[in-house]
């Protein structure tokens, strides 16, 4: 099951254009809805919430239905053409301001932002899935998820170190319309490379023959699946305080740093650069760490000591944030890229343990708890931001509402890392117990043959 550089690549391409969406949403949609669309930082904040309450049953039923797909091209590979241009329509909605009332602004976003992230879902839980059957050799899984999160790191940082101004030039003064094409231009390029991991990608692992469960069956699965429980609580946690971040550093760059231009442009392409480098270090990682499981804890806690020294920094100290924000974009790249092997050994151990294979359950429970802490961390910081009287309609801000935004880049996130590191201390799926697995799963599908 060993995958060609092609095949990697392709897969990859994938991610890169969920990570027009996905980098748009962690980092900018609080600032969109503030800045651009017009809506204050608490209305926003309790929209983003709430907005997430019906995703896990969504995001289950999605993952089950995957499972349960028959095509000649599989089970979650057509989910790729039949979802991207849903996808692309939705996400330019989303990044559409309407002349509407304020209360009609909330209800054309809460409906917009819920049907971008449910066509998400639709397209990127079976896309997630299919890295767990294309391959159950744990180097080559380590490596494809390698070129997976360097590859999204490359549509993040086209849309990171873009977005602000293409804005500017697509719509001058008109804020509104500059996003509505930067967003138009964006869905495009990620509805071809949609296309070209669909052609690129092959599914080669198959549930045991026979294999007919029922929703209630697989919930129980997934609850007696204890690694799998600490890597959704991880999860959860972990994208949480990510987003918090996320969406505390446009107003870090521009509030607080008052940066403008090249600046801000060389902070999210460097940022992307050396989180596709750490990505790119993960097998290195490994093996300074001993396990996957250790090098995540390492990289959890390396991402919450990188964070800490942004509550000292001064705005005049240019060098200082470099030094450590891209210190903490090789620990996130590593991060990031170890997250979703780790997920894919819980889809074996399900199936060793419980001769049971739910692919695409299990990933869509991760894609849902990546959505929760979106919405948690969205909302937070809006609320955090709404605490410390930030004004998005004032071009300066207070020194109170200039304190929270530092706290958000700095503090609260590198707590939340400790916290996620705590949880996952727990996770019990070691390279010993991994390969044990494997071996046993190779000698079950050899009968079957």
């Known amino acids: 099951m060993k995958l060609s550089i092609k095949e990697k690549a392709g897969y990859g391409l994938g991610d890169t254009a969920s990570n027009f969406v996905w980098a748009l949403m962690m980092n900018f949609i609080l600032y969109f809805y503030t800045d651009i669309f017009g809506i204050t930082a608490a209305a926003a904040g309790t929209m983003l919430l709430f907005a997430r309450s019906t995703d896990g049953i969504a995001d289950f039923l999605i993952g089950a239905m995957a499972d349960r797909t028959k095509t000649r091209w599989g089970r979650f590979r057509p989910y790729l053409v039949w979802m991207c241009f849903p996808l692309a329509i939705a996400f330019v909605l989303t990044f559409t301001t309407p002349n509407f009332s304020m209360q009609g602004k909330l209800v054309y976003a809460w409906i917009t932002y819920n049907v971008l992230m449910l066509c998400y879902s639709v397209i990127n839980i079976p896309y997630g899935a299919l890295s767990g059957v294309m391959t159950d050799d744990p180097e080559d899984r380590t490596s494809l998820n390698a070129y997976r999160m360097s590859l999204a790191q490359v549509g993040g940082l086209i849309a990171n170190t873009s977005f602000i101004g293409l804005v500017a030039y697509f719509g001058g003064t008109n804020k509104a319309a500059g996003a509505q094409w930067t967003v138009i231009l964006f869905s495009s390029i990620a509805l071809i490379l949609f296309l070209i991991t669909f ?13 007919k469960t029922r ?20 999860g959860i946690t972990a994208m949480t305080f990510m987003v918090i971040r996320g969406s505390d550093m446009v107003y870090y760059l521009e509030k607080y740093l008052r940066w403008e231009g090249n600046l801000v442009r060389g902070f999210w392409f460097f940022t992307g650069v050396f989180t596709i480098f750490g990505a790119m270090l993960t097998k290195f990682a490994i093996r300074a760490a001993g396990t996957k499981k250790n090098a995540y804890l390492a990289s959890m806690i390396l ?19 470099f030094v450590w924000i891209l210190a903490g974009s090789i620990v996130g790249g590593i991060n990031a890229t170890l997250f979703w092997s780790l997920v894919a050994d819980t889809a074996d151990y399900s199936e060793w343990k419980f001769k049971v294979r739910t692919t695409g359950i299990i990933f869509s429970a991760m894609t849902c708890a990546q959505k929760i802490g979106m919405g948690l961390g969205a909302a937070v910081a809006g609320f955090v931001l709404a605490h410390f009287s930030y004004n998005g309609e004032s071009a300066t801000q207070t020194p109170e509402a200039l304190h929270g935004i530092v706290l958000l880049m700095s503090l609260i996130p590198a707590a939340g890392y400790f916290v996620v590191a705590a949880i996952f201390s727990r996770y019990g799926l070691t390279e010993p117990v991994c390969e044990t697995i494997r071996e046993d799963l190779a000698e079950r599908r050899a009968l079957r043959v």
């Open 303 to 321: 991402m919450g000591l990188t964070a800490i020294p942004f509550y000292w920094i001064r705005p005049d100290q240019t060098v200082m944030v």
């Open 215 to 234: 929703l209630l069956e697989d919930v129980k699965t997934l609850a007696a699946n204890r690694h799998w429980m600490i890597v959704v609580a991880a």
């Open 199 to 211: 052609f690129t990608t092959k599914e080669r692992i198959q549930p045991p023959p026979g294999q």
